[in-house]
């Protein structure tokens, strides 16, 4: 389209009074010279672009540069435009999630200008109109998702809002390349909130996980005495063995054995 558009101001050409009007600007450059030739000639950088409109039209050709070109005083006038990738960040958005919760985003977006001419000629600033679309595109994007998907899925909504400015500026001659969503501020309350739900729920699984231990132990302990109950020397051994552990240690603990047989003989009698 852009193509076409220059093709149709090439052949209308500048017209009659536009043909007088360059031909004296010649006229002045000559009769000055050579002072005219420090409004004649200017430089552009390796990473910069220069737009002449000429009595108000883009010249043939595109862009000039980089290095040195030649410019009428007076009818021509310079737009330059800078080739680099620029960064900048998105000021923080106040968002209210789907789940209906208000939260402060941030992001950090990556472009540069792919096409000078266009981004002239179709936009009035484009490093305004793109850091302004960020921003809008930013609250749209989020206001469609949870508070969890949006925690989780960082890298897919940056993705998806890389695709969708990209789709929109690629009319305005620039490509945006990277989007990252850097912080997901909360309000203090729903810290607080967050916090006491995760200790709940981390106290909730400590007691499964003691109820589990106590019911495996209690399994156990049956199945022990199950066996001891099975053969009167194991109980006398265990007996004895629990006597050895409590001697083993350094305290004032003073241990009186009694036979197991002297223990029965009672609960005989007093059956």
């Known amino acids: 389209m852009q193509s076409e558009e220059s093709k149709n101001q090439a052949e209308e050409g500048f017209g009659l009074c536009g043909y007088i009007l360059i031909g004296l600007s010649y006229i002045i450059v000559i009769f000055t010279f050579p002072f005219s030739l420090l409004f004649c000639i200017k430089i552009v950088k390796e990473y910069e672009r220069a737009v002449i409109l000429r009595l108000g039209r883009i010249l043939s050709g595109g862009a000039k540069g980089p290095g040195l070109f030649f410019i009428l005083p007076c009818i021509d006038q310079i737009v330059t435009t800078d080739l680099r990738t620029i960064t900048f960040d998105v000021p923080p958005q106040e968002i209210l999630t789907k789940d209906s919760l208000s939260i402060t985003v941030d992001a950090v977006c990556y472009f540069r200008i792919f096409d000078p001419v266009v981004s002239v000629t179709n936009v009035e600033n484009a490093q305004v109109s793109t850091r302004l679309l960020a ?28 695709e969708t400015l990209d789709s929109i500026t690629d009319s305005w001659g620039i490509k945006v390349e990277r989007v990252e969503v850097k912080d997901v501020r909360l309000p203090a309350q729903m810290q607080r909130a967050m916090a006491t739900e995760a200790e709940s729920s981390r106290e909730a699984r400590a007691k499964v ?13 049956k199945q022990a005495a199950d066996t001891i109950n099975q053969s009167p020397v194991a109980l006398q051994l265990r007996y004895l063995q629990t006597l050895t552990n409590i001697s083993a240690e350094k305290n004032s603990t003073i241990i009186f054995p009694i036979p197991i047989e002297m223990l029965n003989s009672f609960s005989k009698k007093s059956a």
């Open 209 to 221: 996980i003691a109820a589990e231990g106590e019911q495996k132990a209690s399994i156990a302990l």
């Open 135 to 162: 921003a809008t595109t930013l609250r749209n994007i989020l206001g469609t998702r949870t508070l969890q998907e949006i925690l989780q899925d960082k890298e897919i909504i940056a993705q998806n809002m890389q």
